[in-house]
């Protein structure tokens, strides 16, 4: 009986899970530009075929005269079906890096 009093005064709180996102979604009402970066070939250096395993989806702000766009940068992940090495296109550079905020933005 002790037991169990002790074990419910030790719980935890219960854990929070890991891939809530930490910043709100930007609004949908917003247009989206899709843009994709692949690899520029369908072959591992070694001359294997590559799959796709998943991919990486950001979304920066951009400004454009007059109006707000989203840009949704789309980055698959593929890997080779003979070696098993991993493809990725690097993501481009920001003018801040850790923000959504785009290349044309500007700072008030």
Do not use: W
């Amino acid at each position: 009986m002790a037991e169990a009093a002790m074990t419910a005064k030790m719980k935890l709180p219960p854990d929070q899970p890991k891939d809530k996102p930490k910043r709100r979604p930007l609004p949908d009402q917003i247009p989206r530009n899709d843009i994709e970066f692949s690899p520029p070939k369908d072959h591992c250096t070694c001359g294997g075929a590559l799959r796709q395993i998943g991919e990486d989806v950001t979304e920066e702000l951009e400004y454009v005269p007059g109006r707000f766009v989203v840009n949704k940068i789309t980055r698959p992940r593929f890997s080779c079906k003979r070696c098993e090495q991993f493809s990725q296109v690097i993501l481009p550079s920001r003018p801040i890096e850790r923000t959504r905020q785009g290349s044309t933005c500007k700072l008030p």
